[in-house]
């Protein structure tokens, strides 16, 4: 008898054969279109101007291999006679996993979407729009896997009306178990909805200080001045001070300059219109005062203050450079030396 014809959990070898080449084929094709399309809409995407195009390639991104793997299982199955209650776990695990694949591509759609508004809402000056529809695709995120997570369950068998309504008491022990989480979850609704700060803001709390670039859905991400990202828990945020530099126009900058002792007294009553001279002309720079101000251990100290009429950190220290050099190069032209510690031992003979 030809090999072929040998049986096989009730199926001929042919067929067991004829099963895996659709299987293999399926696999091939599915994966051979997938990677056509994406480089398609690549090309397409660079020529059009239309951005309804621009949400094919998320999706055909998140088209993962186990989602081709099991529509090709499901392909060579029709070529087998099984037990029914195989042919009926199969089409679970199909539906299951098709499900899932549901849930990547909704996922992909929604964060590009956010991606996209986000963008355009920080470009438009409109930070806190951005806060909020970050929160609002978490909470959208969220929704769409409950969704999916009970559909997988009633795929499975279980009925979800009991499930649902058994949740009133396990609830309040899944709440417990989950107190910090849920806690960071309704602290950044809070912050969506209230706006302490938003994406884009200068903000110092607890010693630290930098740019929110992230408001997620347990944490915050905040870019330092000094270039690492800082991450705080979200009720940690909402349970301190924060100081926030967006709201104000203006930034109040005061400073010290110390000269030495032995500068003539004409060289001392200069200095504050000397100050003046070189703050007033700046744009941007509202000159406030210089003052005399103490006579300290090693120097004569004078108090300046200026306000920078934009709150961004990097353009106060911008013109605090320029001041500063300013500053040096003119007492160097006027003979005034700066004080730094020195001691002075007088011998007697």
Not at 62 to 82: H, S
Not at 300 to 305: F, K, M, Q, R
């Amino acid at each position: 008898m030809d090999i072929l014809e040998y049986s096989f959990y009730e199926n001929t070898v042919q067929s067991w054969l004829i099963a895996f080449a659709a299987f293999v084929l399926t696999v091939l094709v599915l994966q051979f279109i997938k990677r056509v399309l994406e480089k398609r809409v690549v090309a397409l995407i660079k020529k059009s101007q239309s951005k309804i195009d621009d949400y094919l390639l998320p999706l055909l991104r998140q088209t993962r291999f186990f989602f081709l793997l099991t529509v090709g299982v499901y392909v060579g199955n029709l070529y087998l006679f099984l037990p029914t209650n195989i042919h009926v776990w199969v089409g679970k695990i199909t539906r299951l996993v098709f499900f899932i694949q549901i849930g990547l591509w909704g996922s992909a759609l929604i964060a590009y979407f956010i991606t996209c508004q986000v963008s355009e809402k920080i470009e438009e000056d409109q930070a806190s729009d951005a806060t909020t529809i970050d929160a609002l695709g978490l909470i959208s995120k969220i929704t769409l896997w409950t969704i999916i997570g009970l559909l997988v369950l009633d795929n499975l068998g279980v009925k979800v009306d009991s499930l649902i309504a058994s949740l009133g008491i396990g609830g309040i022990a899944i709440a417990l178990a989950l107190q910090n989480i849920l806690g960071d979850l309704f602290a950044s609704l809070s912050i969506a909805l209230d706006k302490p700060f938003v994406i884009g803001d200068f903000i110092v709390l607890n010693g630290f200080e930098g740019t929110v670039e992230d408001i997620g859905l347990k944490s915050t991400r905040v870019r330092s001045l000094s270039g690492e990202e800082i991450i705080f828990a979200n009720t940690d945020l909402l349970n301190s001070r924060i100081r926030n530099y967006k709201w104000h126009n203006e930034r109040r900058i005061a400073f010290s300059i110390g000269v030495t002792y032995g500068t003539p007294t004409e060289k001392l009553a200069q200095i504050p219109s000397i100050v003046k001279e070189i703050i007033s002309p700046l744009e941007h720079i509202r000159f406030e005062r210089a003052h005399f101000s103490t006579m300290a251990d090693f120097s004569l100290n004078y108090d300046i203050v200026y306000y920078v009429q934009d709150p961004d950190a990097n353009f106060f220290l911008d013109f605090q450079q320029e001041i500063n050099l300013a500053l040096y190069e003119r007492f160097a032209e006027e003979g005034i030396e700066f004080a730094y510690p020195t001691q002075t031992l007088y011998i007697a003979k």
